[in-house]
């Protein structure tokens, strides 16, 4: 039912744009109408599906890059607090810099190539995996560490059995998070320097006033955000059933 009842709501927002467009009169290169917008993805699928796939490549590498990254951060803060105390301030700081300030950067330091869009991915997506992890790591009840410990379990032990099951749901919410972002950041860093993704498509229709493009690659980019969280979310439920 709640199914169908964000179709309806995709329904609605569809006819309220088509009539705003009818009643104003607005040209295509101000609002297209959603029929125009549906014609340009019809027509230029090819083009739509080629910048697709560097954009998604860019999202995925950055997403696993910023998981397995997070991931270790977090275990460094809870196994070592001192690492903690120094480096937790400087995670925070890095998130009150806006990616736009960052970007041409990585692009200066790393080309136009992959790595400055996987990079830019991987700095966005840091910061929700690694709290995400770590509050779900410092949130064990102290009972079961206390219990491996009277067990004479290692660190490792404990750490497989007891940690990462029960710290598994913080982080399943994070990398949901981070799954939807991850498209994102790739088309930052295109914004900011690249020759090839959805990024790129965008300002090249922005420029020659094909808004009509730019709606259609818009609706790709959103399609490739659903795709990764429908996939990081079942992948995340079928491991918790595991536990």
Do not use: C
Not at 35 to 54: E, K
């Amino acid at each position: 039912m709640k199914h169908w009842r964000g179709l309806v709501g995709i329904v609605l927002i569809l006819l309220i744009w088509q009539l705003l467009v009818s009643i104003e009169n607005l040209p295509p290169y101000l609002l297209p109408s959603p029929g125009l917008v549906l014609h340009t993805m019809l027509t230029h699928w090819q083009i739509l599906l080629t910048q697709t796939w560097p954009t998604a490549l860019e999202s995925i590498a950055g997403l696993l890059l910023a998981v397995g990254i997070g991931m270790f951060s977090a275990l460094i803060f809870i196994y070592f607090p001192p690492a903690r105390n120094w480096l937790l301030p400087s995670l925070v700081i890095s998130q009150a810099l806006p990616t736009f300030a960052i970007a041409p950067l990585l692009v200066v330091w790393l080309g136009y190539g992959l790595a400055s869009k996987i990079v830019t991915v991987m700095i966005i997506l840091f910061f929700p995996v690694t709290t995400a992890f770590y509050d779900g790591l410092s949130r064990i009840d102290e009972g079961w560490l206390d219990l491996a410990q009277t067990m004479q379990a290692t660190r490792f032990t404990a750490l497989r059995y007891i940690a990462l099951p029960a710290a598994l749901p913080a982080l399943a919410s994070g990398l949901r998070l981070a799954a939807v972002g991850a498209p994102l950041g790739a088309v930052i860093g295109e914004w900011v320097g690249a020759s090839q993704g959805l990024g790129y498509l965008m300002l090249n229709a922005n420029a020659r006033l094909q808004i009509d493009m730019m709606f259609a690659a818009l609706i790709w980019l959103v399609a490739l955000a659903l795709i990764l969280f429908f996939t990081v979310d079942w992948g995340m439920r079928w491991v918790l059933s595991k536990r």
